[in-house]
């Protein structure tokens, strides 16, 4: 399994501020991704971060609002900027391990944002 | 479009006893691969189980099983002898891409499971 250390565990914010969400893995990758997932909803993706390119966006998902850097193989940011209400969610970093046959999904903790 | 259905807002099972939770899908694609993940209280999401739409036999996990109809386009989970600590979020996921490769996942709605002691 993949270790995967995202920080803060949760955070209460004021509107208007931004919360920048740190994810680490224990080893290189290739792509991270990053999830939001709303109050008794679903996992939606937010980005696919490369190293050394542009991050990916989904649709309704803009960098504007959710920047992201990946300066290097084992570590991605995600700015959640201008929060409002409804951006409260967890939102989860997660990467790809080969595991045999099987490329596996793991997840970090997760951070818990509410915002005020 | 990829679509993952979980029918099963909720469910009931008695501790000692099997429970399934149901995971309909949809795609076009004749490579994928199916997941299943458990998501306590805490938040984390702890992988389960893992079946690639090429692979002939159900995937089992310890008390975990994957009862796999691939005509019917159905992924259920089967979890036996149900613990306490089972409690919590199922989803369900689907990846399109050849089971060796990596990319997004596409999550159904979720089944909160509550065992009863």
């Known amino acids: 399994s993949a270790v995967i250390s995202q920080k803060p565990s949760r955070d209460i914010c004021q509107r208007g501020t931004s919360l920048t969400i740190q994810c680490q893995v224990d080893s290189q990758v290739t792509m991270m991704f990053w999830y939001r997932q709303q109050p008794g909803q679903s996992l939606t993706l937010i980005a696919t971060a490369n190293q050394g390119s542009e991050a990916t966006y989904e649709s309704g998902f803009v960098i504007d609002k959710f920047p992201i850097s990946r300066p290097n193989l084992t570590f991605s940011t995600l700015t959640v900027s201008n929060m409002s209400p409804e951006d409260s969610s967890i939102y989860l970093c997660s990467v790809d391990r080969q595991g045999g046959d099987v490329t596996e999904a793991f997840f970090g903790q997760g951070t818990r944002l509410t915002v005020v | 479009a990829q679509k993952i259905t979980q029918t099963q807002p909720g469910m009931f099972v008695q501790e000692k006893e099997a429970v399934t939770l149901d995971c309909t899908y949809d795609?076009?694609?004749?490579?994928?691969?199916l997941f299943w993940y458990k998501q306590p209280s805490s938040g984390e999401m702890i992988f389960l189980i893992y079946?690639?739409?090429?692979?002939?036999q159900n995937a089992t996990e310890g008390r975990y099983s994957l009862n796999f109809q691939k005509a019917r386009k159905s992924a259920n989970l089967v979890i036996s002898a149900s613990q306490l600590g089972d409690s919590a979020m199922y989803f369900c996921a689907m990846r399109e891409a050849p089971y060796n490769q990596g990319g997004k996942l596409i999550f159904g709605q979720g089944t909160e499971l509550s065992v009863k002691p």
């Open positions: 795609t076009s694609d004749q490579s994928y691969g």
């Open positions: 079946q690639g739409s090429y692979d002939e």
